[in-house]
Structure formats: structure tokens, C-alpha cells
Nanobody
Framework: QVQLVESGGGLVQAGDSLRLSCAAS?????IGWFRQAPGKEREFVAH????????YYADSVKGRFTISRDNAKNTVYLQMNSLKPEDTAVYYC????????????????????WGQGTQVTVSS
């Protein structure tokens, strides 16, 4: 396991942007972003591997969100542009210490460490 801390959430208007951060205590082979809205299951958003060369996005955010990482800071970012009310959720980052995933949507079961979440609220 690795310790993860999310930050950067807030209250914004539709069309605005936010950048979320996920600070990790050590190396993570894969970091994934998930979100969970009230009454909904945790939903995959994006993931990135250690090198940053492999990224993957859910269809719902493709073209609007960008995931990146700064390994010197052990931090992964989620740049969210053109936010929509349906993006409103608690956003979580999950870490897998050993497995580098690529090319497909992940599930919570693929991750063994989680942060506390950060709230993103988008008003219409």
C-alpha cells in the first residue's frame, strides 16, 4: 500500500476548470482517478502509469480532462476543463504499487490504496 492525499476540489460554475492533485508517499506503478456521486457507484475517470506515457480516460471525460504526473514530487494531477454539472462528485485517487495498467477502464479492485477524496461541485 501507499498513502495518498487528494486536494484541489472546490465549487465552480459550468465551463470552469479545476486541477486536482494526488500526493503519494512513494512510487506508484499506476494511479487512477475515480469519482462517486450521491447514490452512485464509484466511477472510473482516468489512469496513468509510472512513466506517464500511458494514459486512459473514461468516455465521459475524454477531451476535457488530462491526467499527468510529476514523479519528482510523487504527485499525479487531473486537469479538468469544461466542467459540467454531471462532473459533480467526490474524486478519489487510487494507487497500485506494482501493476502498470494501460489501455482500458479500471475498477476499484485494481487499486490497493486510496485517498480521502476531494469534493468537486459544478453548478449550472
Amino acid at each position: 500500500q501507499v498513502q495518498l492525499v487528494e486536494s484541489g476540489g472546490g465549487l465552480v460554475q459550468a465551463g470552469d476548470s479545476l486541477r486536482l492533485s494526488c500526493a503519494a508517499s512513494g512510487r506508484t506503478a499506476t494511479i487512477g482517478w475515480f469519482r462517486q456521486a450521491p447514490g452512485k457507484e464509484r466511477e472510473f475517470v482516468a489512469h496513468i502509469n509510472w512513466s506517464g506515457a500511458s494514459t486512459y480516460y473514461a468516455d465521459s471525460v475524454k477531451g476535457r480532462f488530462t491526467i499527468s504526473r510529476d514523479n519528482a514530487k510523487n504527485t499525479v494531477y487531473l486537469q479538468m476543463n469544461s466542467l459540467k454539472p454531471e462532473d459533480t462528485a467526490v474524486y478519489y485517487c487510487g494507487g497500485n504499487l506494482n501493476v502498470e495498467y494501460s489501455g482500458y477502464n479500471l475498477s476499484p479492485r485494481h487499486f490497493n490504496s486510496w485517498g480521502q477524496g476531494t469534493q468537486v461541485t459544478v453548478s449550472s
